[in-house]
Nanobody, 120 residues
Framework: VQLQASGGGLVQAGGSLRLSCAASGSIFSINSMGWYRQPPGKERELVAAITSDPTPYYPDSVKGRFTISRDVAKNTVYLQMNSLKPEDTAVYYC???????????????WGQGTLVTVSS
């Protein structure tokens, strides 16, 4: 199973982008879906997650600006990013935690990353 992230690009401060991440195959017993980002020269950080409830989680840095959503049937997770700031510039990675066959242990599946650049 591979995750394909898309939707990144260059946007001015205050603008919006919508990221998408779709799995090439089926992932079962999905526990959570999420998005991380890695700014230049910094460590990867969690920016949004959604559990199976579904309960979303956002760190304070993006709360009120980012919204995570999902389509479990399509194994797809989205990230709507509004009021973007230059400090949101980063490579964004999606992640899905689930089982490849619904019987075995869950794995973390990562997307390849999509670059978001916010100009001031």
């Amino acid at each position: 199973v591979q995750l394909q992230a898309s939707g990144g690009g260059l946007v001015q401060a205050g603008g919006s982008l919508r990221l998408s991440c779709a799995a090439s195959g089926s992932i079962f017993s999905i526990n959570s879906m999420g998005w991380y980002r890695q700014p230049p020269g910094k460590e990867r950080e969690l920016v949004a997650a959604i559990t199976s409830d579904p309960t979303p989680y956002y760190p304070d840095s993006v709360k009120g600006r980012f919204t995570i959503s999902r389509d479990v049937a399509k194994n797809t997770v989205y990230l709507q990013m509004n009021s973007l700031k230059p400090e949101d510039t980063a490579v964004y990675y999606c992640i899905i935690n689930g089982s490849p066959d619904g019987r075995g242990p869950r794995n973390d599946y990562w997307g390849q990353g999509t670059l978001v650049t916010v100009s001031s």
